[in-house]
């Protein structure tokens, strides 16, 4: 039996343990380097973005959480997302998260708000008449949209003078002038007042 010196032994021992750790280093760095990522694509339709984490094309590691947040333009609403969405936390919340567990294509909805609509009467005494809005001497029920700011305009016939508006006032920009505007922000019925 052939007896290695004690300094030959650890120089031997030191050796082996440097190489198992290179070993496992090499084996860290490769799994390491060859873990997946996936690309994530986003885009949206019209009346939107998607503000997190932008539209374009993004790469995560496999099992990333990625947070998505999608907002609307003035006018326009969020409905859902669709595409690649198996792995998207709710599907219809425009704050959300996907986990990226493959490559995945998505796209954020929106869909024009729902507009509302009032009606506006407009009546007038004897003496004259409301011209605008609609054709010359045309009165009735006109509809516009929320928000919209209607031009009022009244004539009077020869003999009378124009007095005020009555009714619905409260969005009429000057009861006392005979023309005027009203912000349509309900149903409205006015009156244009007419005295000799």
Sequence with gaps: MKIIPSSRKNRYIAGVVIFLAAVALIVWLVSWLSAPSYDLTIASTAGGSVTTP??????YDEGTVVNL?????EG???????GNVSTITD???AATT???NGDYTITAN?????TTEYDLIINSTEGGSVTSPGYVYLQGVFTYNEGDVVN????AEE??????WTGNVGTIANVNSASTTITMNGDYTITANFAP
């Design 76 to 82: 326009y609403r969020f409905v859902n997302w669709t």
């Design 54 to 59: 932008g539209e374009g094309t993004f790469n």
């Design 159 to 164: 003999g009378y003078q124009f007095v005020n």
């Design 91 to 93: 599907v219809n919340a």
């Design 98 to 100: 996907i986990t990226m």
């Design 152 to 155: 009022l305009v009244a004539e």
């Design 110 to 114: 929106f869909a024009q708000s729902p």
């Design 69 to 73: 947040v999608a907002e609307a333009e």
